[in-house]
């Protein structure tokens, strides 16, 4: 017992001399933010600095409310802000740029569509997979429930131009990224819209080409691919202390090679891109 207690008081001694703390942050937001940048970065800056990053996936809009409450540190949103008193106090800070894809399982035959071809699907006007080019059997919509989730909002403005835009009730609604590009990945009927920083980490699936342009890193860098999206840091107000120290992290050299090396574009990458 008495050599317990002179290993505790050696240990506060050192700890008060060194005035060395654990810090962790907190963070919540959408998977695609997080598969896209946050599990690397979030390492990487563990490892650099022994702060640790608690990562919960909960979807763009509690990456951006939930932060603007204070329930967390920062999130992660594939969406920019909109006009709601939960959003306020929230500040978007762009990291990255993603792209909306559309994926089919791998076993299905069609490997492009266009983006008509795509409006129809979520207004309940095709419902074969024979107006695809694919087999003469029903087509399975999966989609993500909310018009103010990641990708329902960036699908309705990039293609509706209309946030309020009215999708088909026959689709099959799921509440995050995961089991939405889980039930495509099962499914050689089904078909949904995600992020290409989570998608291109997924087995048994593929993403379309669209107006017969593919959703490749080259392709959204030059804009070729143009259903491009940034990709957003959240923080309650202006950042400080260990939520400043991070966010300079992610824009560093550094932390925008992490990104790079993800797979996902960056900003230096993005540069001719523009926030639409």
């Known amino acids: 017992m008495k050599k317990l207690l002179v290993i505790l008081a050696l240990i506060f001694t050192v700890?008060?001399?060194?005035?060395?703390?654990?810090?962790e942050l907190k963070w919540t937001g959408c998977g695609i933010s997080k598969k896209a940048f946050m599990e690397d970065l979030a390492n990487a800056y563990e490892k650099k600095t022994g702060t640790k990053i608690i990562l919960k996936g909960s979807g763009a809009t509690e990456g951006i409310r939930n932060v603007a409450k204070g329930e967390f540190d920062?999130?992660?949103?594939?969406?920019?802000?909109i006009n709601a008193a939960e959003e306020k106090d929230a500040m978007l800070h762009q990291v990255a740029w993603d792209a909306l894809v559309f994926?089919?399982?791998?076993?299905?035959?069609?490997d492009s569509v266009t983006e008509a071809q795509i409006k129809k699907l979520y207004t309940g006007k095709i419902r074969s997979w024979k107006e695809l080019g694919g087999p003469d059997a029903p087509i399975k919509l999966v989609d993500r429930e909310g018009k103010t989730s990641g990708t329902g909002l960036m699908l309705r403005e990039l293609l509706f131009n209309n946030p309020d835009e009215e999708f088909t009730s026959d689709a099959e609604y799921k509440k995050s990224t995961g089991p939405i590009e889980a039930?495509?990945?099962?499914?050689?009927l089904a078909i949904s819209a995600t992020g290409v920083s989570s998608a291109q980490k997924r087995d048994k699936i593929k993403m379309l080409k669209v107006n017969g342009v593919a959703p490749t890193k080259?392709?959204?860098?030059?804009?070729k691919y143009t259903l491009y999206r940034p990709l957003y840091i959240t923080t309650k107000g202006e950042p400080a202390g260990e939520t400043k120290k991070f966010l300079e992290f992610a824009l560093s050299d550094e932390?925008?090679?992490?990104?790079?090396?993800?797979?996902t574009v960056n900003l230096k990458?993005?540069?001719?891109l523009k926030k639409r």
């Open 269 to 272: 990458e993005g540069k001719s």
């Open 15 to 23: 700890s008060a001399f060194t005035g060395v703390e654990a810090s």
């Open 74 to 81: 920062i999130g992660g949103s594939c969406r920019h802000k």
């Open 218 to 223: 080259e392709n959204i860098m030059s804009g």
């Open 103 to 110: 994926i089919v399982n791998d076993g299905n035959p069609v």
């Open 183 to 188: 039930a495509v990945s099962a499914d050689p």
């Open 255 to 263: 932390g925008q090679a992490i990104i790079s090396a993800q797979g």
